[in-house]
């Protein structure tokens, strides 16, 4: 099977509720995308298409190739089904490769098992047609492959990722309790922000907002900061593939005139690092950082399309709920007093904290971070008083 020129099955997975964002993403990359699910988008292609997903998207988490879809009904039938794979013309069999899997069968109690009667089968083969053998880890530094078995319907795929695409290699310190780049770039792409107006980011802590916003206005790509893919150690693979998709990626970062991005946190610890970061991503010269209290921070005239976004703590991994009630009030007050004309934005998985901003929201975004259920709260903060009187009959 020559997989860089053989249009198969893809399926981009993300985190939960990131597939909206997801899919503007691939359709923007002028990709046709066959469904849409909650976790991912499928479309059909190549691996060399697969190379210019791994290197442009900002949501997504892997970028899986179908390899086989069969159906299976214990390990002995996955087995025999895997070892029938020409895995040698895919595969170097004196290279390296990792096996993961997502499992939902009841002959299965640990998916260690399937990843090991995954990994027998493609070596067993490899040797049978080679007297080679590849070795086999862990850590996605080479060749994946991955399962995806449920009930009795099994796929394998090549993960043409490895290590995930969530997280965009620029921050080098975290800070406390960071959001995902992933998840920060999908709810920036889930507002009414324009890419060019004002994006203010008060409370930014490592920053993690505001650099997606700077990387998102100028087109910067994840692949910027990235050098191995998983696709890189498939047979086949030649270096200028990813050379000639890596070229393009500095001819379309663009400059956005009079672009304002601020981003401010009471801890200079917190900006430091958020400065250190922005550094690594290359937008450290595009935000404004301030060391102030929120309620303190510097901000031009709004323009239409500017936006507001905050990521507060909420009182389920950080602080206390109690304290965090003046907190939210008090973002309430300086989003209606300071920030008219703006849309503002607040991030939280706490829906009764939420409550002491005391704003009507126009639209809840449904998101997770981790396992927390939580919301994107988008308020409109008008800068004069709302018309909603009714034309009256003559």
């Known amino acids: 099977m020559q997989v860089f020129t053989s249009p198969r099955k893809i399926i981009i997975t993300c985190h939960k509720w990131l597939a909206p964002a997801l899919n503007k993403e691939v359709l923007a990359l002028g990709f046709t995308v066959d469904r849409v699910f909650q976790t991912g988008v499928e479309l059909t292609g190549t691996v060399q298409d697969c190379i210019r997903l791994n290197l442009n998207l900002r949501c997504a988490s892997q970028v899986m190739y179908s390899i086989k879809s069969f159906i299976c009904n214990d390990p002995d039938e996955l087995y025999k089904s895997l070892v029938t794979i020409h895995w040698e013309k895919l595969i170097d069999p004196k290279g390296y490769f990792s096996v993961t ?3 939902f069968h009841p002959s299965i109690s640990t998916n260690l ?5 995954v990994k027998d089968a493609i ?14 880890g862990s850590t996605l530094s080479g060749a994946v492959v991955y399962l995806f078995w449920k009930h009795d319907e099994a796929e394998v795929f090549l993960d043409t990722s490895g290590e995930s695409l969530a997280k965009h290699g620029y921050r080098k310190l975290p800070g406390k309790a960071p959001m995902l780049e992933a998840l920060a770039a999908a709810t920036i792409l889930s507002t009414k922000w324009d890419q060019a107006s004002l ?20 087109n910067r790509v994840p692949g910027l900061l990235r050098e191995n ?17 890596r070229l393009k990626l500095d001819d379309q970062i663009k400059t956005v005139q009079n672009l304002k991005i601020i981003a401010s946190d009471i801890s200079k610890q917190a900006i430091d690092i958020a400065k250190i970061n922005a550094k690594v991503a290359g937008v450290e010269d595009l935000i404004e950082f301030q060391v102030v209290d929120f309620e303190k921070t510097k901000m031009p005239e709004p323009t239409e399309h500017s936006v507001i976004m905050f990521n507060p ?7 206390d709920e109690i304290e965090l009630e003046a907190t939210y009030a008090r973002m309430g007050d300086f989003m209606k007093n300071q920030c008219k004309g703006m849309t503002g934005y607040i991030f939280t998985g706490n829906l009764d904290l939420a409550k002491k901003i005391r704003l009507k ?29 009714k034309l009256q009959p003559e």
């Open 199 to 218: 994006f203010v980011n008060p409370m930014c802590g490592s920053g993690t907002l505001a650099i997606e916003s700077a990387l998102i206005a100028t």
């Open 313 to 319: 703590e909420y009182g389920e991994r950080l602080g």
């Open 361 to 389: 929201p126009s639209r809840r975004i449904e998101f997770f971070n981790a396992t927390i259920d939580c919301r994107l709260l988008e308020y409109e903060l008008y800068a004069g008083t709302k018309r909603t009187d």
């Open 113 to 117: 098992f399937s990843n090991l009667r």
């Open 229 to 245: 893919y998983a696709f890189m150690h498939l047979l086949g693979y030649k270096d200028s593939m990813y050379y000639n998709e």
């Open 123 to 136: 070596v067993d083969r490899m040797r049978d047609a080679t007297n080679l053998r590849p070795t086999t």
């Open 101 to 103: 899997s997502n499992v």
